[in-house]
């Protein structure tokens, strides 16, 4: 009985979570899992419910079972990625994330141009007509150079680039969290231009060219104007 | 008093004894314990500024793997256990029994068929050699079952953005790899001396449940779909538990090991096929899943590694291991384990060397 009760309780607490994910925490979800794949969660919580209904209606079992003292373990860890969430609500990926997943050399960062970046079809939800997806600007620099351009993303001031210049990044996922990559351009300040705090969400705009600064490979966009900006309900860019 | 108007007193029948845990289930329950306790640390941990973006980094990754590993793994779950009571017996002889070396080839794209979770591989192995299958054909099973299925194969197209060059090596290796171990170790073992002691001549219903495939006169459907999605969730409760230690490991992995490190291995790919497959090995993960742990190496490892974690880890990994011992003479895995990492490993250095244009 206590068993039974246990893994119930297991089944109705991931059953209600990918289904609070899917309705009401989809602000949650984007920063987890790529939009297109949320057709999982809700056949997840539909084999949790009909696991749910057998359980509860379930006999007592005819055969000798080991006792819940041995299982309960085996239980609670079913139960550990929803106490993480409390801690994932807070949490972001940002320069140091970037950092990591970044190449780096002496003197600033490598841009990962042996990864195969295909251009999306589909542009981020939040793009407006004026704007472009930082992964066009990556994977199709040449059909916006020497134009004016508008992009939103995150700022990082590294101390082996020159004090005019700062990274402009943000992730692009495949299908979750784990697999983003850092896409970034280089944003070159104007002169007397206030300091931003680093992972600041900001719009740049300006002249884009494929300069390259010493060591540090990537598109070059000549900032005319930069505001702070919210930060965008998808976060990741695909 | 005629026989016929004999009344039926009901009979209180107690709750059995529980069983007494062997050596594995202790280890797992200390296992299991420490686990808790360092997640729960690392949680109360990330409140320190200094462990704080570790933390943010690891819970992030965490969950993303478990949001979208676990539905797969609850669909595996459900699909073994509609195997598990709908597959008839009747067809099982006749496709395996009465042709032993062909019933070796059709084993190794069954899965295609009837797609399960490596979670639910080894019961049902368990239900098909009580219902005859060869056990060479049974291994084949065992072993391609979890990679050669469409359940795999939609996963895999997912993970790597449908490139069906991926899906098609991924299978196909799968499948070769499978039957070349199941063709050579069927010509050392059998039933006889290749099942664990307890199951030799006895092999029981594999969900435990009383109608499912012995008796002469099945039960109604509904009833046979409520003992499938009983025997589902209790596979989902027998090993869930080791995805979210898998998924907790990859996680730290991801967000401990910065791509330097990665970098490095990128030079050597022989070194990079080893890490992945040890990785493979100790992640535990479900094969619909691990293909998007794969595809989060991609632009860090070669191809072939990633490979090699996505055909090893389904077919060889310490949760299965475990199970093995449910049904295997120690023998048998032993020699299990060594066939299927050589082989692995040297169909994985082949495609690299030899066919480095498919990646």
């Not at chain 1, 969660?41 to 819940?68: E, Y």
């Not at chain 1, 740049?204 to 390259?212: E, I």
């Not at chain 2, 009833?223 to 998924?247: K, N, Q």
């Amino acid at each position: 009985m206590p068993t039974n009760i246990l893994k119930n309780s297991i089944l109705a607490v991931w059953a209600v979570f990918f289904a609070w994910l899917v309705s009401f925490g989809q602000n949650h979800l984007a920063r987890l899992l790529h939009p297109r794949l949320w057709w999982l969660l809700v056949c997840g919580a539909v084999v949790l419910v009909l696991f749910l209904v057998v359980n509860l209606r379930r006999a007592p079992p005819s055969q000798r079972r080991i006792s819940l003292w041995w299982r309960w373990p085996s239980f609670l860890i079913l139960l550990v990625p929803i106490l993480y969430f409390v801690s994932m609500q807070k949490a972001r990926f940002n320069g140091q994330t970037f950092a990591s997943r970044t190449l780096q050399t002496e003197t600033g960062f490598r841009e990962q141009g042996d990864i195969k970046m295909p251009a999306s079809d589909n542009p981020p939800p939040d793009v407006s007509s004026s704007e472009v997806s930082l992964l066009r600007l990556f994977t199709d620099p040449g059909q916006y150079t020497d134009k004016e351009v508008e992009v939103t993303c995150q700022t990082l001031q590294d101390q082996r680039l020159p004090e005019d210049l700062m990274i402009c990044y943000r992730f692009k996922i495949s299908c979750c969290a784990a697999d983003a990559q850092p896409i970034f351009v280089l944003v070159k300040k104007a002169a007397g231009s206030t300091v931003i705090a680093n992972d600041t969400w900001i719009r740049v705009k300006g002249r884009f060219s494929l300069s390259t600064t010493k060591d540090t490979r990537g598109p070059l966009i000549l900032a005319e104007t930069i505001t702070t900006e919210k930060e965008p309900s998808v976060p990741f860019i695909f | 008093m005629p026989h016929n108007s004999l009344i039926r007193f009901p009979v209180f029948q107690p709750v059995p004894p529980p069983i007494l845990p062997c050596l594995s289930q202790h280890l797992t329950w200390v296992a299991g314990i420490l686990f808790l306790v360092l997640t729960t640390l690392l949680l109360f941990l990330g409140q320190a500024p200094v462990w704080h973006n570790l933390i943010s980094n690891i819970s992030i990754n965490f969950l993303a793997m478990m949001v979208e590993a676990l539905p797969f793994m609850l669909i595996g779950s459900l699909t073994g256990g509609l195997i598990e009571v709908f597959v008839p017996v009747a067809w099982v002889d006749r496709t395996f029994r009465q042709h032993r070396l062909r019933a070796v080839f059709i084993a190794g794209a069954m899965g295609l068929f009837f797609p399960v979770c490596e979670c639910a591989i080894v019961p049902v192995i368990r239900r098909l050699l009580g219902k005859g299958v060869p056990f060479a054909a049974a291994l084949t099973f065992l072993l391609a079952g979890p990679i050669v299925n469409s359940l795999v194969a939609a996963s895999t197209a997912i993970a790597y953005s449908y490139d069906w060059r991926i899906v098609a090596l991924r299978l196909g290796s799968g499948y070769c790899i499978a039957v070349t171990i199941g063709l050579l170790l069927g010509r050392w073992f059998n039933r006889e001396n290749g099942l664990e002691q307890e199951l030799r001549g006895n092999l029981p219903s594999g969900c435990g449940h009383e109608e499912c495939g012995q008796d002469h006169s099945p039960a109604p459907w509904p009833d046979r779909l409520r003992h499938a999605l009983e025997h589902a969730s209790d596979d989902f409760f027998s090993v869930g538990f080791y995805l979210v230690i898998g998924a907790f490991i990859a996680a730290f992995v991801r967000s401990f090991v910065p791509m330097d490190t990665f970098s490095y291995l990128l030079a050597t790919p022989w070194q990079a096929i080893l890490i992945m497959m040890a990785m493979a090995v100790l992640l535990n993960l479900c094969s619909e899943a691990d293909a998007f742990i794969a595809a989060s190496f991609r632009g860090l490892l070669p191809g072939s590694a990633q490979m090699a974690f996505m055909v090893l880890g389904p077919m060889l990994d310490l949760k299965l291991l475990l199970m093995y011992f449910s049904v295997f003479s120690k023998r048998v895995i032993l020699a299990l384990v060594i066939t299927v990492v050589g082989v692995v490993l040297v169909t994985m250095l082949g495609l690299q060397y030899f066919s480095p244009i498919l990646f």
